[in-house]
């Protein structure tokens, strides 16, 4: 039911493409190029005859007018002399030039930010440097909205400088507001994104009904971990006639990065390549991608490649900051993180990456505070709330640990990472039950570090429990082995002597601790016929705090204009 009435939405493909030729149009006369990427969307359709293509918008008497002034300045706002711009703006009556002058004076006191904060702080302090022309163009917006004579782009504008201020809620409003009076200016849309938090807040906004809100939802399940919901979108946009989309193929392979199913993205990502090699967007979860799997001269060729295209891209300095790392030389990838923040001092995954840096050079107060940026600019991300435990479990203050991987957890429900974390942080403050649920949901929704049952075990052994810790060894053990379990094992487990210490017997280090060297044979017979075996199945367990564990980096581009 919900496909047909899909296809009946997405049936007029040319009436599609003609909407978004005729707003990339809008969106470039106005200098926002960001949003003009539209145009992806509209080379994925089919081209449209010479009879179908849409007629240029009418002049009114104002644009007329205008018309002088509003080509001069045109042509300084491209040359980013945006005083300039709005000099020869202002006392303009008609909407295109009007947004253009705010847009100029926002763009010049953002450059202004910039610059200063470039000269004078370091990427990993607060910044206290803001746009000075924010609270003018409030001001003088508000007026303009109360009196209702803000268009679709002016509304965009006025929502982004309430974003600036942090007046979140009103931006809210402001952006749906934006999105009714402009459906296809998808910049909005990727700016009310940013701040929905939750599921609920997204069923509570009141949408338009137009054929661009399934990108919209597909995007945000994708953010808000929804990947499941998010597939299933794109699938059916992809049924819907936007099979040739490179957007489309990109989203989807964050998406499968996002659940980790690490082999289906990079299959993507690289199919992607073939079809936009000169594509630097998303290159960075690329790079994290190739980073995970250890593929260092794929990672070494991407990163070689986007030095050629354009070495001063956000997404280019992140790849070479990968590439450092998985050399292992941390000082030269955090070097390369912090020209990224340079560039966007809202990329996310450059803050989350630098923090891992900074963690590997156990630089605890660093790491703290770039996990605490990367919060600052996207609260959903759960990668700094999972650093920011981690940075607390090694300063050995387990309050704070568990406080930021219940803030994970709530982000990642199952992701067993964040459970196993959280049984930690529970065990250590001597709350056994609890830690105990979090080890059996942890096994539950898919162990991927085949850590929680062995815990867990361990946990029944300390509380006296042997026949519970018995049956998590025995169940370890089928987990590892599919093909079967030792007899022999087996006869250990229900012998042993319960008295005695269970972690020696039966653990990660199995296989070496095991007495006996037919078993332990049998065990290298079994793990051989294993096809993908983990590379660190075996590898001894530590008694004090749980190694640094680097979670997968996720990319979430910044939308600021």
Same mark, same amino acid.
């Given at each position: 039911?919900?496909?047909?009435?899909?296809?009946?939405?997405?049936?007029?493909? !040319?009436?599609?493409?003609?909407?978004?030729?005729?707003?990339?149009?809008?969106?470039?006369?106005?200098?926002?190029?960001?949003?003009?990427?539209?145009?992806?969307?509209?080379?994925?359709?089919?081209?449209?005859?010479?009879?179908?293509?849409?007629?240029?918008?009418?002049?009114?008497?104002?644009?007329?007018?205008?018309?002088?002034?509003?080509?001069?300045?045109?042509?300084?706002?491209?040359?980013?002399?945006?005083?300039?711009?709005?000099?020869?703006?202002?006392?303009?009556?008609?909407?295109?030039?009007?947004?253009?002058?705010?847009?100029?004076?926002?763009?010049?006191?953002?450059?202004?930010?910039?610059?200063?904060?470039?000269?004078?702080?370091?990427?990993?302090?607060?910044?206290?440097?803001?746009?000075?022309?924010?609270?003018?163009?409030?001001?003088?917006?508000?007026?303009?909205?109360?009196?209702?004579?803000?268009?679709?782009?002016?509304?965009?504008?006025?929502?982004?400088?309430?974003?600036?201020?942090?007046?979140?809620?009103?931006?809210?409003?402001?952006?749906?507001?934006?999105?009714?009076?402009?459906?296809?200016?998808?910049?909005?849309?990727?700016?009310?994104?940013?701040?929905?938090?939750?599921?609920?807040?997204?069923?509570?906004?009141?949408?338009?009904?137009?054929? !661009?809100?399934?990108?919209?939802?597909?995007?945000?399940?994708?953010?808000?971990?929804?990947?499941?919901?998010?597939? *299933?979108?794109?699938?059916?946009?992809?049924?819907?006639?936007?099979?040739?989309?490179?957007?489309?193929?990109?989203? !989807?392979?964050?998406?499968?990065?996002?659940?980790?199913?690490?082999?289906?993205?990079?299959?993507?990502?690289?199919?992607?390549?073939?079809?936009?090699?000169?594509?630097?967007?998303?290159?960075?979860?690329?790079?994290?991608?190739?980073?995970?799997?250890?593929?260092?001269?794929?990672?070494?060729?991407?990163?070689?490649?986007?030095?050629?295209?354009?070495?001063?891209?956000?997404?280019?300095?992140?790849?070479?900051?990968?590439?450092?790392?998985?050399?292992?030389?941390?000082?030269?990838?955090?070097?390369?993180?912090?020209?990224?923040?340079?560039?966007?001092?809202?990329?996310?995954?450059?803050?989350?990456?630098?923090?891992?840096?900074?963690?590997?050079?156990?630089?605890?107060?660093?790491?703290?505070?770039?996990?605490?940026?990367?919060?600052?600019?996207?609260?959903?991300?759960?990668?700094?709330?999972?650093?920011?435990?981690?940075?607390?479990?090694?300063?050995?203050?387990?309050?704070?640990?568990?406080?930021?991987?219940?803030?994970?957890?709530?982000?990642?429900?199952?992701?067993?990472?964040?459970?196993?974390?959280?049984?930690?942080?529970?065990?250590?403050?001597?709350?056994?039950?609890?830690?105990?649920?979090?080890?059996?949901?942890?096994?539950?929704?898919?162990?991927?570090?085949?850590?929680?049952?062995?815990?867990? /075990?361990?946990?029944?052994?300390?509380?006296?429990?042997?026949?519970?810790?018995?049956?998590?060894?025995?169940?370890?053990? *089928?987990?590892?082995?599919?093909?079967?379990?030792?007899?022999?094992?087996?006869?250990? !487990?229900?012998?042993?002597?319960?008295?005695?210490?269970?972690?020696?017997?039966?653990?990660?280090?199995?296989?070496?601790?095991?007495?006996?060297? /037919?078993?332990?044979? *049998?065990?290298?017979?079994?793990?051989? *016929?294993?096809?993908?075996?983990?590379?660190?199945?075996?590898?001894?367990?530590?008694?004090?705090?749980?190694?640094?564990?680097?979670?997968?980096?996720?990319?979430?581009?910044?939308?600021?204009?």
């Amino acid at each position: 039911m919900k496909m047909a009435a899909l296809c009946r939405e997405f049936g007029d493909l !040319i009436q599609i493409k003609k909407q978004l030729i005729s707003v990339i149009s809008l969106c470039k006369e106005r200098g926002l190029l960001h949003s003009a990427k539209a145009s992806e969307l509209a080379f994925a359709l089919d081209p449209l005859p010479k009879d179908e293509l849409p007629a240029s918008p009418a002049f009114t008497e104002e644009d007329a007018q205008d018309l002088d002034a509003l080509t001069l300045a045109k042509s300084y706002f491209d040359l980013k002399e945006y005083d300039r711009a709005a000099y020869f703006l202002k006392g303009c009556c008609s909407q295109k030039a009007y947004f253009l002058y705010m847009y100029s004076r926002y763009l010049s006191g953002e450059k202004k930010k910039d610059d200063e904060t470039v000269d004078s702080l370091g990427p990993l302090e607060k910044g206290q440097v803001r746009n000075e022309a924010l609270r003018e163009l409030r001001v003088e917006l508000s007026k303009k909205h109360i009196a209702g004579e803000l268009d679709g782009f002016t509304l965009y504008l006025y929502g982004v400088v309430l974003r600036k201020l942090d007046l979140l809620k009103e931006a809210v409003e402001v952006f749906v507001e934006a999105i009714h009076a402009l459906p296809l200016h998808w910049g909005a849309w990727l700016e009310l994104s940013n701040l929905v938090t939750n599921t609920e807040m997204l069923k509570s906004l009141s949408l338009p009904d137009c054929w !661009i809100k399934d990108f919209f939802l597909a995007h945000m399940y994708t953010e808000l971990q929804m990947i499941k919901e998010a597939l *299933q979108k794109y699938q059916n946009l992809i049924e819907a006639g936007f099979s040739k989309s490179t957007y489309i193929i990109s989203q !989807i392979a964050v998406a499968y990065h996002n659940i980790r199913d690490i082999d289906q993205a990079l299959a993507l990502f690289k199919e992607l390549r073939e079809q936009d090699p000169y594509r630097i967007d998303n290159m960075d979860t690329f790079s994290n991608l190739l980073y995970v799997k250890s593929m260092k001269p794929e990672l070494s060729y991407l990163a070689h490649n986007l030095v050629e295209i354009d070495k001063y891209r956000v997404e280019t300095c992140c790849v070479i900051g990968n590439y450092y790392s998985l050399r292992s030389q941390h000082e030269k990838a955090a070097l390369y993180f912090q020209r990224a923040l340079k560039l966007n001092p809202r990329c996310l995954g450059a803050w989350t990456l630098m923090g891992h840096e900074y963690m590997e050079m156990k630089n605890t107060s660093a790491a703290i505070q770039a996990y605490r940026h990367a919060i600052e600019v996207n609260k959903r991300d759960y990668r700094a709330w999972y650093g920011l435990g981690q940075t607390y479990e090694i300063l050995k203050m387990p309050f704070y640990c568990l406080y930021y991987y219940r803030k994970a957890h709530q982000l990642r429900p199952n992701d067993s990472r964040m459970l196993v974390a959280l049984g930690e942080s529970y065990e250590k403050l001597s709350q056994q039950v609890e830690a105990k649920k979090c080890y059996w949901r942890a096994y539950s929704v898919g162990d991927v570090e085949k850590m929680a049952l062995l815990k867990l /075990a361990k946990l029944h052994e300390q509380l006296n429990e042997s026949d519970d810790a018995a049956q998590c060894y025995m169940l370890y053990i *089928q987990d590892i082995f599919s093909c079967g379990v030792s007899v022999r094992a087996v006869f250990l !487990i229900k012998s042993h002597n319960p008295r005695s210490n269970w972690s020696t017997t039966i653990s990660r280090t199995m296989y070496l601790r095991l007495k006996g060297k /037919a078993l332990l044979r *049998q065990i290298s017979q079994v793990r051989d *016929q294993i096809e993908t075996p983990s590379a660190d199945l075996f590898a001894p367990l530590s008694n004090n705090n749980t190694p640094v564990r680097r979670v997968s980096p996720l990319n979430l581009i910044s939308f600021t204009p």
